[in-house]
Structures are given as structure tokens and as C-alpha cells.
Nanobody, 127 residues
Framework: QVRLLESGGGSVQAGGSLRLSCAVS????????MGWFRQAPGKEREVVAR????????RYVDSVKGRFTIPEDSSKNTLLLQMNSLKPEDTAIYYC????????????????????WGQGTQVTVSS
């Protein structure tokens, strides 16, 4: 069974930084989808960043481009999210997720390609 455990959330002031970490354990195929999602109160869950471990570009939602990155020291066992220049609108519960991509099409482009989820970590940004 695949397990994911997030850490690194907390409370910061606007303009600050946080680094989230997700420990991934269990059996996965050699290559799979990895990503970070978030859900703010009263809002739908949205993807923050997603990638396919076989390669290709990490994709970020427009609202975090230039501020959030998945650092190069991320691995298949530890997915990181470096969040800089945080804004109050980044306040949410952040989830990491993994899964198997569909056959055909762009790998890991769809939310249903992420079958395994962590319990989430709260990020609160105050103005």
C-alpha cells in the first residue's frame, strides 16, 4: 500500500517562505505521477504542481508560477515544495499525491491519475 505523509506546514506572514515535504512509501511502478494540491476553505481543490517521474516539465498552476518550485533535490521517495513570496490567498491545506498515469495523452495531466493522497498539512499566510 502506498503511503504519503506531508510535513512542513505552518503559519507565516505574507512574503515569507515555507518548504513542504512529502515522504512516499510503498510499492509504486518505476515511473509515476507526483504532485501537490491544495484546498482553501469554501473552495474546490486545485493542483499546485504536477510532474511525471520519467521526465518532462513540472507544471505549475498560474497563480504560483515564479513563487513555488519543486526543488531538484526532490526524489521519488521525498517530494518537496518550496514556497516563496507567500500570499494570504495561498492559505490552504496542502496535499501531496501520487498515482499511475493513463495510457496515452500527456502523463499526469488529469487529477484522476493521482490515486494516493496524504492527509494534508495546513499552510496559513497572514497579511
Amino acid at each position: 500500500q502506498v503511503r504519503l505523509l506531508e510535513s512542513g506546514g505552518g503559519s507565516v506572514q505574507a512574503g515569507g517562505s515555507l518548504r513542504l515535504s512529502c515522504a512516499v512509501s510503498g510499492e509504486m511502478d518505476m515511473n509515476f505521477c507526483m504532485g501537490w494540491f491544495r484546498q482553501a476553505p469554501g473552495k474546490e481543490r486545485e493542483v499546485v504542481a504536477r510532474l511525471y517521474t520519467l521526465g518532462g516539465q513540472t507544471r505549475y498552476v498560474d497563480s504560483v508560477k515564479g513563487r513555488f518550485t519543486i526543488p531538484e533535490d526532490s526524489s521519488k521517495n521525498t517530494l518537496l515544495l518550496q514556497m516563496n513570496s507567500l500570499k494570504p490567498e495561498d492559505t490552504a491545506i496542502y496535499y501531496c499525491a501520487t498515482g499511475q498515469p493513463r495510457l496515452g495523452g500527456t502523463p499526469c495531466a488529469l487529477d484522476d491519475e493521482f490515486q494516493y493522497w496524504g492527509q494534508g498539512t495546513q499552510v496559513t499566510v497572514s497579511s
